[in-house]
C-alpha cells in the first residue's frame, strides 16, 4: 500500500513506515497536484498547508485514512472523509508543550516589546523609555479554552504569580480549582482580565468569538494572544481595537487564510507581534505529532482499531 506524507512531515513518519508501505514525501504540494495523484494513494498524512477537499476527496479512490500531524483538523473536510468510510486522524497531545510555551513567550515577548525592541537595537536605536513593558506578576489572564494548551498555560501563569480565570463551556471545574484557577463565565473573563489568550478550535461558535463588541467590553488597556486558530479573534476589528488603544497589544500566531500577504491587516501596527504559524513547530512536537500519526496509521492500514479525531 502507499502512503503520501505530505507538508514537510518529519521523517520519523518514513522511518516507522517504510518497512511496510511504499512512503512517497512531498512538501508544498500544489492544490492541483494533490488533486491528480491522490488516487493512487491507501493512506495521507498532512499537517495544516495540504487542503483535503471535499473534491480530493472525491477523486481519492483508494484513500483508507487521513492523518493531521498535529491537532487542528479544520484543513481537512472530516465529513466528507467519514461518509466515504475514510479514518481521519490526528496526534491530540504531541504538540502541546510546543504550543503552550509559544502561546507564553508570545504573552510575554508581547509584554516587554521584545521583537520591536530587538528590531530596533538591530537598526543601532537604544531605545530604552519608549519600550517600557509591563509586569505580569498581578494581573489577571483570562483563558479560554480550558483543554490541554490552555490548562498548561494557566499553571505557567500561575507560576509567574499571574491570577488566572478560565472559561470553557465543558470545563473541569475541580481540575481547574485545584490548579488554583478561577473558573468564570465567558463575560467574566472578557471584562475582568488583563491579558486574555484562546485555546479553542475554530468552529461556527467560535468563529469571531472575539469581534469589536466583545474588544469593547474589556478592559481598555488589554492584551491578547492568539496561538489557536486564526478566526477566533476578529482580525480586522482587532486591527482597529489595537489603533484605537483599547487593545494594547496583540500577539497573534495564526491566521484566517496562511500564508499572509505582506498587507495583512495585523501586520504594520504599532503592539501587535506575529509569527507564522510556529505554535507547534519544536524539533520534539514534530517528532511527537509524526511518530503519533504515522503510528496510528500503520495500525489501520493493518486492520486494528485507531482512535478518529
Ligand atoms: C495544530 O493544529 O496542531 C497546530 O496548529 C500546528 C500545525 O498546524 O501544524
Redesign the pocket.
Known amino acids: 500500500m502507499k502512503v503520501l506524507i505530505a507538508d514537510g512531515v518529519s521523517q520519523m513518519a518514513v522511518d516507522i513506515l517504510k518497512d511496510e508501505f511504499e512512503c512517497d514525501v512531498r512538501d508544498k504540494l500544489p492544490a492541483d497536484e494533490l488533486l491528480a495523484i491522490i488516487p493512487d494513494y491507501d493512506a495521507l498524512i498532512v499537517?495544516?498547508a495540504s487542503k483535503v477537499t471535499a473534491e480530493v476527496i472525491a477523486a481519492a479512490k483508494n484513500l483508507k485514512i487521513i492523518g493531521r500531524?498535529?491537532?487542528?483538523v479544520d484543513n481537512i473536510d472530516v465529513a466528507a472523509a467519514t461518509d466515504k468510510g475514510i479514518i481521519v486522524i490526528n496526534s491530540p497531545g504531541g504538540?502541546t508543550i510546543a504550543?503552550t510555551e509559544h502561546t507564553c513567550a508570545m504573552m510575554m515577548a508581547m509584554a516587554r516589546h521584545i521583537p520591536i525592541a530587538n528590531e530596533t537595537l538591530q537598526k543601532g536605536e537604544w531605545n530604552r523609555k519608549k519600550y517600557t513593558g509591563v509586569e505580569l506578576k498581578g494581573k489577571t489572564l483570562g483563558v479560554i479554552g480550558m483543554g490541554r494548551i490552555g490548562s498548561g498555560v494557566a499553571k505557567r501563569a500561575l507560576a509567574f504569580d499571574m491570577k488566572v480565570i478560565g472559561y470553557d463551556p465543558y470545563i473541569n471545574e475541580e481540575r481547574c480549582k485545584d490548579m488554583g484557577v478561577t473558573v468564570g463565565t465567558f463575560d467574566e473573563v472578557v471584562e475582568k482580565s488583563d491579558f486574555i489568550t484562546v485555546h479553542m478550535p475554530l468552529t461556527d461558535t467560535t468563529r469571531d468569538m472575539i469581534n469589536k463588541d466583545v474588544m469593547a467590553r474589556m478592559k481598555k488597556g488589554v492584551r491578547l494572544v492568539n496561538c489557536a486558530r486564526g478566526g477566533i479573534i476578529n482580525e480586522a476589528d482587532l486591527r482597529e481595537a489595537v489603533l484605537s488603544g483599547q487593545v494594547a497589544g496583540a500577539a497573534v500566531d495564526?491566521f484566517t487564510s496562511e500564508p499572509i500577504p505582506a498587507d495583512h491587516p495585523l501586520l504594520g501596527v504599532p503592539g501587535i507581534y506575529v509569527t507564522p504559524?510556529l505554535?507547534?513547530s519544536t524539533v520534539e512536537a514534530q517528532i511527537g505529532?509524526a511518530v503519533d500519526v504515522a503510528q496510528g496509521i500503520k495500525a489501520a492500514l493493518n486492520g486494528e482499531p485507531v482512535m478518529t479525531a
Not at 500531524?69 to 487542528?72: D, L, N, R, T
Request: charged letters at 10%; proline letters at 0%.
Open positions: 499537517r495544516s500531524a498535529g491537532v487542528g504538540n504550543a495564526v504559524h505554535g507547534a505529532v
